[in-house]
């Protein structure tokens, strides 16, 4: 049973480029989320994904956008990147949509750094 | 708003021994899910533990309990019996009803001596 799997592993791109990050859930789960999590701190929420739908969406600027597919699998967008934008960006599946009982499991991250 | 607080930035403990990591939290909200992540260096974070807010008895999973006192509003990980693969950052999380969005704290790194 395959977990969440994240591509690509590491990243390098220069300040004012865009990215795409792309993340395929764990098997039977209809739901993703995704965090960016910056050097020695927790993660911090981006947005969800649920039946192909932004369900909600973290304190981050538009330059952050996203895209779930009819298999379920999701990307992650930015664009104009900034030096911030550096951090670890984590993809997390479940099924339980709604839920307070709604699990999350993480992928390995994709760790984006902006020169 | 709410809010996790993890006031331990590192902990050390001896194998074979039990620790506590502790986790604070704020919330008006009277429905919610306490969870606990493990990070080890590779960055991937495992689930370890979840505490739901009206759930009357502690939750535990294998070494893992988690010390619910909701009128403190504090969810404390208990590792029992530790081991050298138990050194990582722990991430103690939150939803509240209604809110899809996952609150992290700051996270605790627990060092596990031999």
């Known amino acids: 049973d395959a977990g969440v799997t994240q591509s690509p592993t590491h990243l390098i791109k220069t300040r004012g480029q865009q990215v795409t990050l792309r993340c395929s859930p764990k098997s039977g789960h209809d739901t993703v989320s995704w965090y960016q999590q910056a050097l020695g701190q927790g993660p911090q929420f981006i947005f969800q994904y649920y039946e192909e739908e932004e369900r909600q969406r973290g304190n981050f600027p538009d330059r952050f956008s996203g895209h779930q597919f009819p298999n379920y699998s999701s990307e992650l967008n930015v664009n104009a990147l900034l030096l911030g934008d550096s951090a670890l960006y984590l993809c997390?599946?479940?099924?339980?949509?709604?839920?307070?009982?709604?699990?999350?499991?993480f992928g390995p991250g994709t760790r984006l750094t902006v020169l | 708003a709410q809010k996790i607080t993890q006031t331990q930035p590192g902990m050390f403990v001896q194998e074979k021994e039990a620790v506590t990591l502790d986790c604070t939290y704020d919330?008006?909200?009277?429905?919610?899910?306490l969870f606990w992540y493990k990070q080890p260096s590779s960055g991937e974070m495992i689930f370890l533990i979840y505490?739901?807010?009206?759930?009357?008895q502690n939750a535990t999973e294998g070494r893992y309990s988690l010390n619910f006192q909701k009128a403190r509003k504090s969810a404390n990980l208990v590792i029992s019996a530790s081991q050298l693969g138990d050194s990582a950052m722990y991430f103690c999380?939150?939803?509240?009803?209604?809110?899809?969005?996952?609150?992290f704290g700051a996270g605790t790194r627990l060092t596990v001596k031999p």
């Open positions: 919330t008006s909200d009277q429905s919610y899910g």
């Open positions: 997390a599946s479940s099924l339980k949509w709604g839920e307070i009982t709604d699990t999350q499991y």
């Open positions: 505490q739901g807010s009206y759930d009357e």
């Open positions: 999380a939150m939803r509240a009803i209604n809110n899809n969005d996952m609150r």
